[in-house]
């Protein structure tokens, strides 16, 4: 344990991002040290039971907490100004989490409609299985959630930016609407990352990350992660993950503790290179539309200005020519991936039609205002002007 204990609240973002949460073991490693150990052991029988009564401090099986994971999982609520972090193994296994700790049978959960495929699953077909009711309505639509929210609406489930068409929900309005009726509000932040956008300050009552995305932002190993209060992680959440087990593992939480210190350089850079490369494309003949929060002609360009600090890494283009176009302009892409991840350091295109979104009917990708002319940028950290030179290329007819 450090000698020296720092202010670590009064410090700036970049620096809780480097130093937040470190626990030295005696040996004063200067990283972070990785515990691999699924278990630990006590001086004493004593000890042990104090522990396992939680009258004591310390771990007691890594399936509910380790020293490793728990640096992740202090820095990560000193960034987010959340009293309290769970990491869990996956993005997925947060959100699935988070929602099973806030609903039992004859519930009611209200959803933005635009959401993540496994989000989708997790609302629409598991939680009723289990006699939880789902309804889902256009997120931008302010009317749509006060006429939509019942007395027995327990949570709301929200994306903003959302995937891939980059719509922006009102979080102050929603949270409004929803505390009203008592339901408590989470939001999966993925798209803005911690740093462009603060739901907890906006009201939200718990943030879900998938840490795969920007906190890695390497492509090397999955995460996630939920937020909120000490009381709703100590009482309600922490009794689901201790019990059910979607736990992060050491590797994973030491890689992720690890990228938390270069996250605001890699965001930073990130959403530089995108607000230029949509700035640029903005008026290429070719391209229906280009999609991109900060940008002037984007829908809810007030709001998402007033709401995220920075316009985020991703940029949705809209093709005249339909998918023939965007298959042409996938095809020819020499820099840029095909993959269907993002946030990472390496630029990524996809079309969502025929990947993330394939399993919706045309109905359904319809109402999501997603086409088939749809083509969605992960902008990296490639030099600029080489990821521009690329997409001229590939769009050239
Ligand atoms: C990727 C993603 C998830 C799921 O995260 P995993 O780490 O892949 O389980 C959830 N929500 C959004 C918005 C995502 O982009």
């Known amino acids: 344990m ?80 959340a009293e309290a972090c769970r990491g869990t193994a996956s993005g997925m296994a947060a959100v699935t989490a988070a929602m099973l700790s806030l609903v039992k049978a004859g519930d009611h959960v209200l959803a933005s409609r635009a959401l993540f495929g496994s989000c989708n699953y997790v609302l629409t077909v598991l939680l009723p299985r289990f006699g939880v009711q789902s309804t889902l309505i256009d997120g931008t639509d302010l009317k749509a959630w006060e006429r939509e929210l019942r007395p027995n609406t327990r949570a709301v489930f929200l994306e903003t930016p959302s995937n891939p068409t980059l719509d922006i929900i009102d979080l102050e309005a929603v949270t409004t609407l929803a505390h009203k009726v008592g339901a408590r509000v989470v939001v999966d932040n993925v798209f803005a990352s911690p740093l462009l956008q603060r739901p907890l300050a906006l009201g939200a009552d718990i943030v879900v990350y998938s840490a795969t995305k920007h906190i890695d932002g390497q492509g090397r190993c999955l995460g996630g992660a939920i937020l909120g209060s000490k009381k709703y992680v100590t009482e309600e959440l922490t009794p689901l993950l201790r019990n059910t087990g979607p736990s ?73 020519g339909g998918k023939p176009a965007v298959f042409r302009f996938l095809n ?56 521009s030179d690329d997409l001229a290329q590939a769009l050239k007819v």
């Open 2 to 81: 450090s000698k020296r204990i720092p202010d670590t609240a009064a410090w700036r973002p970049a620096t809780k991002l480097v130093r937040g949460a470190t626990r030295r073991s005696g040996f004063g490693e200067t990283s972070e040290a990785m515990f691999i150990t699924s278990g630990y052991v006590y001086d004493d029988a004593e000890t042990a039971e104090a522990r396992f009564k939680g009258e004591a401090e310390g771990f007691v099986y890594s399936r509910f907490g380790n020293p490793t994971v728990a640096m992740f999982e202090e820095r990560l609520a000193l960034i987010e100004g």
């Open 332 to 387: 020819r892409l020499r820099l840029f991936d095909i993959s269907n991840n993002l946030g990472d350091a390496k630029s990524l295109a996809t079309h969502p039609a025929t990947t993330t979104h394939q399993r919706l009917s045309d109905a359904e990708r319809a109402e999501l205002g997603i086409t088939n002319g749809m083509v969605r940028l992960s902008i990296g950290l490639e030099d600029v002007e080489d990821l």
């Open 248 to 320: 992060m593992s050491p590797f994973n939480g030491w890689v992720l503790l690890k990228a938390l210190e270069t996250l605001s350089l890699r965001v930073n850079q990130m959403c530089g290179n995108a607000r230029t490369i949509a700035a640029r494309l903005s008026d290429r003949p070719g391209i229906g539309r280009v999609l991109y929060p900060h940008l002037e002609s984007h829908p809810q360009y007030a709001l998402a200005r007033r709401q995220m600090s920075a316009g985020g890494s991703v940029i949705t283009l809209d093709l005249s």
